[in-house]
């Protein structure tokens, strides 16, 4: 592995400062503003407030160019490769609204992918040409609520052709950002085949138009008490849906292999943002520990709150290399090698950030836990990352059974 190359490239030293400062002075100045409209009439649209901060700082990205980053070894966009994009999305994890303002926000980004690598000239033209632009928001439906959806042979809805068009019946959860009204497809794992198929081919994606009929949202989800409106995370149920056989995805059967595409580099971007909360957390610490007076003294300078910085400091350094390093792996294109690399960073990383910010939290005492800073909504979107794109448990069981496979053929 002498080859590998961690550090910001002299290309990337650049494209990295402006997505930086844009983010520090124009996105983060407007986030407050931004999620004080929320609360304002119905949460399930946009306020003309919301539009205009929203809309108004993409087209700032778009003019300055400083957009689709995601788009890595790709002639469409700037040709990054993952670990030059780990830099960057870092930078737009440390705001709400830092990913979505450069076109670069889940689940877009791997619909986005599915689309480009999967999709007919029709299909990119109806939808991947729209979410390119930023024009219109997608989801993605894979988990449901009656079976354990971390292993995603689970998957049940059911999908029946009939002559010219599947009819799907079933039910969906958590499926984020169709709340927002301006979803407009779903992309979305449906069983297609019976017992006689091997398990991994059983299922196959496809696109699903919102407002489809038969298709009615039975709920948002809650986070701990937040429904993360207008994003929304949807239990959604589909009776009879009738969708053209023009919408599959590649064929039947490849769910399973256009699913665990999908997967890999989402789980990885969340956790580049997630190193991006991390930082974050620990600056709002400091700057709190060091103003902050308790006892006649800064609060920083009480119990143990110099160890805790220091292994804040430690952990996120740690953390960041590791999430490089599966970027590496995955830049190396091979996807079963990268997948155990990807596994621990999505352990790692929300843990660390977590850690951090749980302890941001103790630093600022009860406003911690408060609408006046960010902290309860960045712990709150950590902690569901601990579930989102598989479960802790599911990627340590794949990290364990590489290790152990070192052994199978030795004496031990």
């Not at 919301?50 to 689709?68: D, F, V």
């Not at 407009?184 to 059983?202: A, D, F, L, P, Q």
């Not at 960010?374 to 902690?383: G, V």
């Amino acid at each position: 592995m002498s080859d590998m190359n961690l550090g910001m490239t002299e290309r990337l030293k650049p494209l990295h400062e402006k997505v930086r400062r844009m983010v520090q002075e124009e996105v983060l100045p407007l986030e407050d503003e931004y999620l004080v409209e929320v609360g304002k009439g119905d949460r399930w649209t946009y306020t003309a407030r919301q539009t205009e901060i929203l809309e108004g700082l993409k087209a700032k990205a778009k003019s300055q160019g400083l957009w689709n980053f995601w788009l890595t070894d790709s002639e469409r966009g700037f040709g990054l490769t993952t670990v030059e994009y780990a830099y960057l999305a870092e930078e737009m994890g440390k705001a709400h609204l830092g990913a979505e303002v450069f076109n670069c926000s889940a689940p877009d980004t791997g619909n986005m992918e599915v689309l480009e690598r999967y999709g007919t000239v029709e299909q990119k033209a109806r939808w991947l040409a729209p979410l390119l632009e930023g024009e219109i928001r997608s989801a993605f439906l894979m988990t449901e609520p009656d079976v354990a959806s971390s292993d995603a042979t689970n998957i049940s809805m059911s999908c029946v052709r009939d002559g010219d068009e599947y009819v799907l019946n079933g039910e969906k959860w958590w499926s984020s950002g169709a709340g927002d009204p301006r979803c407009k497809i779903y992309i979305t794992m449906v069983r297609t085949g019976g017992e006689e198929e091997s398990k991994h081919r059983r299922h196959s994606m496809v696109l699903v138009p919102a407002g489809t009929p038969g298709v009615t949202i039975l709920r948002a989800m809650e986070v701990y008490g937040d429904d993360d409106a207008p994003h929304g995370h949807m239990h959604i149920r589909f009776e009879n849906v009738r969708v053209p056989v023009s919408n599959m995805l590649k064929e039947e059967g490849a769910g399973f292999e256009i699913a665990q595409g999908r997967l890999g580099p989402g789980r990885i971007h969340h956790c580049m943002r997630a190193i991006g909360q991390a930082e974050r957390s620990l600056e709002l610490m400091c700057v709190r520990g060091l103003r902050r007076e308790a006892f006649g003294k800064p609060i920083i300078h009480l119990g143990a709150n110099y160890d805790i910085i220091a292994d804040a400091r430690m952990e996120i350094e740690m953390a960041r290399l590791l999430c490089l390093k599966a970027a590496w792996m995955m830049d190396k294109g091979d996807a079963r090698a990268a997948a155990p690399w990807i596994s621990q960073i999505k352990v790692v990383a929300p843990q660390v950030a977590l850690k951090v910010t749980d302890a941001a939290v103790q630093m600022f005492g009860a406003q911690g836990i408060s609408q006046d800073v960010p902290l309860a909504r960045t712990w709150t979107h950590l902690r569901t990352l601990r579930f989102a794109d598989g479960p802790d448990a599911v990627h340590r069981r794949q990290v364990a059974r590489t290790e152990l496979k070192k052994y199978t053929q030795q004496k031990v």
